[in-house]
């Protein structure tokens, strides 16, 4: 079965510019997360959808970042405007409805700088 | 401040060595997850524990999920250079899909 795909791999911005990331999650997955990975730590979940509703936005700075899942299938997630902390690899993950259990399928990620 | 603790943070052993990572919290988790994650690309689901003092295998690795179902453990025998990579561990506090991740263990083995 095809694996979760990103877009871009990579991307280096200035500061204060905007930026996009895309996702397409494995077909039929219910569930779909972005995680923000900074150097040296843990993934850290942003945001999660249930089909095309948002569960938890509650780590997400919604006063720079924004994500959508249009028809509960692809996913975009959005900076603006950037900041250098944001430099960070963004990953996209999707699971089936009880993701406890057949645990999560990630893509590759995209890594972002900022400078 | 960490969900989950996982240590040590680093770990360089020789080939043929054994080793063993642990994840903690102060929390009680419905289940567990172990992922590794290698350069570039995204954590890859290793096992899924759920049951208090269960043990699994897998070919050389062994995961341990506590009694009281706040801590997990990860032990390798025999380790190879393939093993190389960021090992996270992922617990499920809340709902059937809020998982928090560790910091992780970055091991290498050397040949």
């Known amino acids: 079965e095809a694996g979760v795909a990103q877009s871009p791999r990579y991307k280096i911005i200035e500061k204060r510019q905007s930026v996009a990331f895309w996702c397409n999650p494995i077909?039929?997955?219910?569930?779909l997360y972005w995680y923000q990975q900074i150097l040296g730590q843990g993934p850290k979940l942003l945001i999660q959808?249930?089909?095309?509703?948002?569960?938890?936005d509650s780590q997400l700075p919604k006063d720079r970042f924004s994500a959508e899942r249009l028809k509960g299938v692809d996913s975009t997630l959005k900076i603006q405007p950037a900041k250098l902390e944001d430099s960070a690899v963004y990953l996209c993950?999707?699971?089936?409805?009880?993701?406890?259990?057949?645990?999560?399928?990630f893509g590759s990620g995209t890594r972002l700088t900022v400078v | 401040t960490q969900l989950l603790e996982q240590s040590p943070q680093f770990l360089s052993i020789q080939e043929g060595e054994n080793l063993t990572v642990y994840c903690n919290s102060s929390?009680?988790?419905?289940?567990l997850q172990w992922y590794r994650q290698e350069p570039g690309e995204g954590p890859v689901l290793l096992v899924t524990?759920?049951?208090?003092?269960e043990v699994k295998k897998l070919k050389r690795l062994t995961f341990q999920f506590g009694d009281a179902r706040k801590d997990s453990s990860l032990h390798i025998t025999a380790a190879q250079p393939g093993d190389t990579g960021l090992y996270l561990c992922?617990?499920?506090?809340?709902?059937?899909?809020?998982?928090?991740f560790g910091a992780g263990t970055r091991l290498t083995v050397k040949p």
């Open positions: 993950a999707s699971s089936p409805l009880n993701g406890a259990n057949y645990g999560y399928t």
């Open positions: 077909s039929g997955h219910a569930t």
């Open positions: 959808f249930q089909n095309n509703g948002v569960v938890d």
């Open positions: 929390s009680v988790f419905s289940s």
């Open positions: 524990v759920v049951t208090g003092g």
């Open positions: 992922a617990g499920f506090a809340g709902g059937v899909n809020d998982m928090r």
